[in-house]
């Protein structure tokens, strides 16, 4: 088992920056995807961007360049730097991590994993 937490959601205007953090905790497994999703009013959860054990990254067409994934092994933290944050960008956002059994590209799919955090808000104010 992992549990997931997730911080640093809140309101920002558009263009404006924020930074998720994720402190998991529990099961560690050498292979593994982790990523961020979203889900906004009415749509279905689709993912944000993603990272592998090897450090391999991914992202949605429609945050390449304004957002950045990363991770901080020593803390077991996962992070997601917004930049140029738009009115579109306003959703929940869910950590996630997989069991071991997807990687690189794979780690977009959101049926790679099992483990979520509860989610945090993030609102972008035009």
């Known amino acids: 088992q992992v549990q997931l937490v997730e911080s640093g959601g809140g309101s920002v205007q558009s263009g404006g920056s924020l930074r998720l953090s994720c402190a998991a905790s529990?099961?560690?497994?050498?292979?593994?995807?982790m990523g961020w999703f979203r889900q906004a009013p009415g749509k279905g959860r689709e993912a944000v961007a993603a990272?592998?054990?090897?450090?391999?990254?991914t992202y949605a067409d429609s945050v390449k360049g304004r957002f950045t994934i990363s991770q901080d092994n020593a803390k077991n933290t996962l992070n997601l730097q917004m930049n140029s944050l738009k009115p579109e960008d306003t959703a929940m956002y869910y950590c996630?991590?997989?069991?071991?059994?997807?990687?690189?590209?794979?780690?977009?799919?959101?049926?790679?994993?099992?483990?979520w955090g509860q989610g945090i808000q993030v609102t972008v104010s035009s």
């Open positions: 529990g099961y560690t497994y050498s292979r593994y995807c």
């Open positions: 996630a991590h997989d069991s071991g059994w997807y990687s690189g590209l794979g780690c977009m799919t959101i049926k790679a994993y099992n483990f």
């Open positions: 990272i592998d054990n090897n450090g391999y990254t």
